[in-house]
């Protein structure tokens, strides 16, 4: 299993990014998939979740209405999409896939929001 995240950089508050998570080695058209973030000398939290088909969504209250999950099975990718950024969203991003007994991790991608 590969997950490689991209997307992250610094950005103004206010601004956008769009996060990516190019994943390999499993059968991504059957996988849910998360996004999470550590912000420093925090713990990991989830963001946003994703259901294989793309049908279903769940993000968490500090991101809903601002960042948005969505998926390209075709080109096993899941993305998430960061508007109205502020700096409190300043962290490491991290890219999921939850598998019964064990969880897979991308490297993580940065994202700086400061002016």
């Known amino acids: 299993v590969q997950l490689v995240e991209s997307g992250g950089g610094l950005v103004q508050p206010g601004g956008s990014l769009r996060l990516s998570c190019a994943a390999s080695g499993f059968t991504f058209s059957r996988a849910y998939m998360c996004w999470y973030r550590q912000a420093p000398g925090k713990g990991r939290e989830w963001v946003a979740g994703?259901?294989?088909?793309?049908?279903?969504?769940n993000h968490a209250d500090s991101v809903k209405g601002r960042f948005i999950i969505s998926r390209d099975n075709a080109k096993n990718t899941v993305f998430l999409q960061m508007n109205s950024l502020k700096p409190e969203d300043t962290a490491v991003y991290y890219c999921?896939?939850?598998?019964?007994?064990?969880?897979?991790w991308g490297q993580g991608t940065q994202v700086t929001v400061s002016s």
């Open positions: 994703i259901t294989s088909t793309g049908d279903d969504t």
């Open positions: 999921n896939f939850p598998r019964s007994g064990t969880s897979y």
